[in-house]
Structures are given as C-alpha cells and as structure tokens.
C-alpha cells in the first residue's frame, strides 16, 4: 500500500507541476501575442490615418475647385446676359 500512496503522490505533484508550467507559459505567450497584435494594430491604423489624411486633401481640393468653377459660370452668365441684351449690336456682320 505505501509504494501506491508513493505513486499517487507522485503523479499528483508531476500534474501540478505541468499545471503551473503550462499556466506560466500561457501567460507569457498572452503577452506576447498581445504585444505582436498591438503593433500590427498600431502600424494599421498609422497606415489609414495617412490614407485618410490623403484623401482629405483630395476633397479639399475638389471643393476648392468646384467653388471655383461657380465663380466662373456665374461670372459667364452675367457676360451673356449682359451681352444678349446687345446682341444685334454686338454682331459680326450688320443685318440691316
């Protein structure tokens, strides 16, 4: 009976062991999973921010552009209305 309370004890103090050697290595394998994920998120992010920032400046630009474009059908419809009143005088060739 002694050599199986042996055993037993034994094979309970090596499961013990493995226990505490398998939690101490999921922890460290955690942080160090943790720490990778991180610095993919990070250089993710980095990466859209410079994206968005890009196509911020790409929409800055249209606006200024279409601003520009009002400015200028605006300004060319007051020429042509302005004209059209004079059209006949205005004209290339007499029609008299």
């Known amino acids: 009976m002694p ?3 042996k055993t037993t004890r ?3 103090i090596a499961l013990a ?3 505490i050697g398998l939690s ?3 922890i460290f394998g ?4 943790d720490r ?3 610095d993919v998120v990070l250089k993710v992010f980095g990466l859209i921010e410079t994206g968005v920032g890009v196509v911020n400046a790409g929409v800055a630009r249209v606006g200024d552009l279409i601003a520009t474009s ?3 059908v605006r300004q060319a419809s ?3 209305t302005a004209a059209g009143e004079q059209a006949q005088a205005n004209s290339p060739c007499s029609m008299r």
Do not use: H, P, S, Y
């Open 3 to 5: 050599i199986l309370e």
């Open 78 to 80: 007051e020429t042509i």
């Open 36 to 38: 990778r994920a991180t």
């Open 24 to 26: 101490l290595f999921g």
């Open 70 to 72: 009002r400015t200028e």
């Open 17 to 19: 062991i493995l226990f």
């Open 30 to 33: 955690a942080w160090f999973v």
């Open 10 to 12: 034994f094979a309970a």
